[in-house]
């Protein structure tokens, strides 16, 4: 089954909030971020008021038609998921890549395998998944591809996302059960991961997701951008746009490009390796 629509007895609606409780702000002093920063709550306000599809937690799936064909690709992209996951102790955590990411995650439980961040592609990556990026591009107005991965005990505590202007996708690649020991709750809605289903959901909504069983669950990842009227959907793609060019991105960018040059450079080593 899809992630079900936000019921009808949700009265009053979901309110977003810019903050977390017990989660301390991004402090970047330079003065592009402080003027990126200045006006995130403007465009949010905007974003909430031109919303296309309205402004739900978790929306039904059957909204995104291309949803159903992601669906479709399960197998192929559970197939390049099987073989990523033959190196899974040599993939960075999220928080080695995007080190903003220590306020919620310090652990080595949650790691990543990115296709795509920021518009940024990684084409040794790609390379690597090639049925994972051909689906991918189904998506409309796609920013961010990855495959997360959450190790057993892993617990994310709740938080919001940094920009409510894009959505995000899970489709379940591997879930293991128990059923009731493994979920992301959105605002009010707890929901379960399903192998070859897509949750679709608002993370600017505090939530939290954890996985207290004794195996790993992985779903594909993906942020896109959120369908809005104008005047939204300019500032939108502006403030989009602008974002690379912030420190903390940067520096994702940057901590990536390493990963990936060290993780490439020890498979070739190793294919190269004198036959005995």
């Known amino acids: 089954m899809s992630a ?26 330079s003065a592009m971020t402080r003027f990126f920063m200045s006006i995130v709550a403007w465009a949010e306000s905007l974003n909430l008021k031109y919303a296309k599809l309205g402004n739900p937690p978790v929306y039904d799936t059957a ?12 197998p192929a992209i559970r197939a390049e998921l099987e073989k990523v996951l033959l190196r899974q102790s040599e993939l960075p955590t999220f928080q080695d890549i995007s080190t903003d990411v220590k306020t919620i995650s310090t652990d080595t439980r949650w790691k990543t395998f990115f296709l795509l961040g920021f518009g940024v592609k990684s084409e040794q990556n790609i390379k690597a998944c090639p049925n994972t ?44 059960e128990p059923n009731d020991k493994l979920a992301i709750r959105v605002d009010n809605q707890v929901c379960h ?5 897509a949750l679709i959901f608002d993370d600017a909504y505090e939530h939290e997701a954890w996985n ?9 990842f993906v942020d896109f951008v959120k369908p809005l009227k104008s005047p939204a959907r300019f500032v939108n793609w502006a403030l989009m ?29 190793f294919r190269n390796r004198p036959k005995p």
């Not at 991961?193 to 289903?197: L, P």
């Not at 207290?212 to 594909?220: E, F, G, I, Y």
């Not at 390493?258 to 020890?266: G, H, I, N, Q, T």
């Open 193 to 197: 991961w399903q192998e070859g289903k």
């Open 241 to 269: 746009n602008l974002a690379i060019f912030t420190p903390f991105i940067k520096e994702g960018l940057d901590n990536h490009k390493e990963w990936e040059k060290k993780f490439y450079a020890e498979a070739e080593a």
């Open 4 to 29: 079900p629509a936000p019921t009808s007895n949700q009265s009053p609606a979901p309110e977003q909030t810019f903050g977390t409780a017990g989660i301390a702000p991004m402090d970047r002093p």
């Open 133 to 176: 990026w051909a689906a991918v591009q189904k998506i409309p107005g796609l920013t961010t591809a990855m495959f997360s991965i959450f190790e057993p005990g892993k617990h994310l505590p709740a938080h919001r996302g940094p920009y409510n202007g894009v959505l995000r996708l899970h489709l379940g690649l591997i879930v293991p």
């Open 212 to 220: 207290h069983t004794d195996k790993t669950r992985v779903v594909l």
């Open 63 to 74: 909204t995104f038609p291309w949803a159903a064909e992601i669906e479709k690709d399960y």
